[in-house]
């Protein structure tokens, strides 16, 4: 077999494609993701979600209450938002959140913050 050959296997989805493996992985975080498959949710399933969502950390022992989940919600999420919540909303509610923890001064309310960050990355599916 050529190296012409080998390419067009290649590129025909043969082996050596990855092409598969990505799609196949981000099938699996819209499935562990709080969106699912949908690209945005209404508040109030936004807010049942977080409700329903497993209170761990990933990487930690500890866990985020429901009132403080809630309460994230509410501050992360004002009225600005309107009455729907998209994936790239979400994403840029972490940003901020990452830029008030390298703002802060303290070292406990930057655990608090990356505490936070973490769950919401967990949520997501990232």
Same mark, same amino acid.
């Given at each position: ?37 949908? *690209? ?10 977080? *409700? ?58 930057? *655990? ?15």
């Amino acid at each position: 077999m050529g190296i012409f050959n080998r390419k067009r296997n290649i590129s025909e989805g043969g082996r050596g494609s990855s092409l598969d493996k990505k799609q196949h992985l981000s099938k699996d975080n819209e499935k562990s993701s709080i969106f699912g498959e949908r *690209r945005h949710l209404t508040r109030s399933q936004f807010r049942q979600g977080l *409700r329903k969502a497993s209170p761990s950390i990933p990487g930690t022992s500890k866990i985020v209450s429901r009132s403080e989940r809630i309460k994230m919600e509410k501050d992360l999420f004002g009225k600005s938002y309107g009455s729907f919540i998209d994936k790239r909303e979400f994403g840029k509610a972490i940003g901020r959140l990452e830029k008030q923890k390298y703002q802060s001064k303290k070292s406990s309310e930057k *655990r608090n913050l990356d505490r936070k960050i973490e769950y919401l990355k967990k949520l997501r599916g990232i």
